[in-house]
């Protein structure tokens, strides 16, 4: 099983590039994050003509989360246990399902924004909560192969970031948002770093100021697994080329690239 994670930056805008990505790569299961529309917009048809179910969570115009299997879609929810809501508005950033027997999460971490805004707060109660329901999940059935994959919003390491200089006062680099990220870590396996050692290896770029071309990047799209699917993993890779830009006249490409696991 080919297992890919992909934030997608609005779906409609991009549903030829990932359609055309998902044949390339032969990939069986994508999760989605930033799919920015409705369940009612989502661009079902194009993923069921390639053989894939599709479910997915979006209430506006921003985050929204999926999941696209040809391997089976069962047992779908919506957000997990205890996931905490930010001015009372409950956010569509996760969605979980069973395809082809593993446990997948599609998740869409919090930006944070700024230190001292409240979204950064939320940031980290988001993060503990996940971190408290997940190790629920893997305590409960130690040999279930459950993966948590998405956009993080954090670069666990300095190595991760193309220039620490540039983030000192900045959000995905902070020490607490590390540690949250290091308290799931210690649960959960990021199974794509053994194949992708850094430093200089990203998995997002900002569109200003050429940062793409100048591998100017961030490293902040993980794929973390479960002891039981950590032992199933055969390979891993960033797919940098997915976010060269196309021909002119084609749509931007995300400023994210897929990252992706064979079982």
């Known amino acids: 099983m080919r297992l890919a994670t992909w934030n997608v930056n609005s779906i409609r805008s991009r549903i030829d590039r990932v359609t055309g990505w ?32 599709v479910a997915h969570v979006g209430h506006n115009q921003w985050n929204g989360v999926a999941i696209a299997s040809r391997v089976g879609l069962d047992d779908v929810q919506l957000g997990f246990d205890g996931q905490p809501a930010f001015n009372d508005v409950d956010e569509a950033r996760a969605i979980g399902a069973t395809c082809g027997g593993v446990r997948v999460w599609s998740l869409y971490v919090p930006n944070g924004r700024t230190v001292q805004d409240p979204h950064y707060a939320y940031k980290l109660e988001w993060l503990a909560a996940l971190r408290n329901t997940a190790t629920g999940w893997r305590d409960t059935d130690p040999a279930a192969p459950i993966a948590l994959v998405g956009d993080w919003n954090i670069a666990p390491t300095d190595d991760d970031v193309w220039d620490m200089a540039v983030f000192t006062h900045s959000t995905h680099v902070t020490a607490p948002e590390r540690a949250a990220f290091r308290a ?23 569109y200003t100021q050429l940062r793409f071309p100048k591998r100017q990047g961030m490293r902040i799209d993980f794929i973390l697994g479960s002891p039981a699917l950590e032992a199933r993993v055969t390979h891993g890779e960033i797919a940098r080329d ?22």
Request: hydrophobic residues 35%.
């Open 242 to 263: 997915e976010r060269k830009p196309g021909k002119k006249g084609t749509p931007a490409p995300s400023d994210h690239a897929p990252v992706f696991v064979d079982l």
């Open 22 to 53: 998902l044949e390339r790569a032969d990939v069986d299961v994508l999760a989605m994050q930033e799919t920015k529309c409705t369940d009612e917009q989502f661009p079902t048809m194009p993923f069921a003509a390639l053989g894939y179910e």
């Open 184 to 206: 799931i870590e210690e649960r959960f396996a990021d199974v794509v770093r053994p194949f992708t050692p850094g430093p200089g290896v990203y998995t997002y770029w900002d």
